[in-house]
């Protein structure tokens, strides 16, 4: 059953956001734990009974700084075949060997891949 809730006068209905699958999973309460600068800036909100006008610009320079994509928006152009994430350190050198000896030698097409880290750091 739908409701016309637009006749009623001071009634608003809540329009759900839709999000995409990467904000689906990266702005939950677990990612944010994550984020120690924001974490630690919200409990000197709370320590401080929220008074502390210097404690919420942080938070909220912290929180902008979660919710901000633009981490995701440093592209060369560079589009690869296939993308092997979290491999940085002793996974990234096994996955190199690995397609040394085996696919890169095997595979009659050629193909273009790239490793990433966990972190923009990596």
């Known amino acids: 059953m739908i409701y016309d809730f637009?006749?009623?006068?001071g009634v608003v209905e809540p329009v759900p956001k839709i999000k995409t699958p990467i904000e689906e999973v990266y702005f939950t309460g677990n990612m944010l734990s994550k984020y120690?600068?924001?974490t630690e800036s919200l409990k000197n909100i709370i320590d401080t009974d929220g008074d502390d006008e210097d404690a919420w610009d942080k938070f909220e320079e912290h929180f902008d700084k979660f919710?901000?994509?633009?981490?995701?928006?440093?592209?060369?152009g560079t589009r690869?075949?296939?993308?092997?994430?979290?491999?940085?350190?002793?996974?990234?050198?096994?996955?190199?060997?690995?397609?040394?000896?085996?696919?890169?030698?095997?595979?009659?097409?050629?193909?273009?891949?790239?490793?990433?880290?966990?972190?923009?750091?990596?």
Request: charged share 20%; aromatic share 20%; proline share 2%.
């Open 6 to 9: 637009e006749r009623y006068e």
């Open 36 to 38: 120690e600068s924001c």
């Open 67 to 76: 919710l901000s994509m633009s981490w995701m928006s440093i592209w060369d």
């Open 80 to 122: 690869y075949d296939i993308v092997f994430y979290g491999v940085s350190g002793y996974t990234g050198y096994l996955m190199m060997q690995y397609l040394k000896r085996t696919a890169l030698k095997r595979n009659p097409e050629s193909f273009t891949f790239a490793f990433a880290g966990r972190t923009l750091a990596k």
